[in-house]
């Protein structure tokens, strides 16, 4: 059920709590992990009540629903939006002139088509992409192999900006089952250009955030912790 809009600060607060406690366990700067708050499937009144609880990043998975609340957000000009759901080509245009990352770019074709529409409305998207690290079959993402070449792609795009990578581990999993995918995603990161090519490493949700910041995380999606569970 959704969080009741004035326990979600408290909720807020707590996952930040959450975080800085794993960072320093890590022995990391608490301050070089962002939490991105996925407010998928719950009203835009929750998102505006994290927000004025300190929140400024958002998560969505629909482009649909995306483009619905972030109209009827449209007062909180320093709010960014991330597309963390499977992006089909033919939505691109719907978010490249706005979102603040888009974390599941994971094959070249993806990569020109929001490369033509951000450059068509003048701006440079920040980008991930997504990587099927445990082979799952029916997941999005690209293949491990492939992610060499879908980095050259999107280096190609020039209104694309590359930040790193972003994996979403197998669900139904305990925690412990997500710890080995998130060392692998940063051992990818490592061989292919390491921190300094690919700063951002997006993995992490509620149950194994904490993993998530161990293996190097630097942006977290955390939606029930916050809203509470989806219907
Ligand atoms: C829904 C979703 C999340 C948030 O998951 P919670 O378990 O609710 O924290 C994070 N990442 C992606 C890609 C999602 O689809």
Partial sequence: MT??????????????????????????????????AVSKTHPAECVRAAYAAGQRDFGENYVQE?????????????????????LQRNKARAVAGFAAMVHTVDDA?????????????????????????????????????????????????ASLRVRGLMTVPPLGEPAEASRPVFARLRALRDAHGGAEALPELSMGMSHDLDAAVAEGATLVRVGTAIFGARG
Avoid at 12 to 20: K, L, Q, S, Y
């Fill in 3 to 36: 969080t009741a809009l004035d326990a979600i600060a408290a909720r807020v607060a707590a996952v930040r709590d959450e975080i800085t406690a794993s960072a320093l366990r890590a022995g990391r700067d608490p301050s070089s992990v962002r939490l991105v």
């Fill in 66 to 86: 995306l483009v619905a609340k972030r109209e009827a957000l449209a007062d909180l000009a320093d709010l960014r939006w991330h597309v963390i759901g499977n």
């Fill in 109 to 157: 074709a993806l990569a020109a088509e929001l490369d033509r529409r951000a450059s068509a409305v003048g701006r440079a998207l920040d980008v991930l992409v997504q990587v099927n690290v445990a082979g799952e079959s029916q997941k999005s993402g690209c293949a491990p192999d492939a992610l060499g070449a879908v980095l050259a792609a999107v280096r190609g795009c």
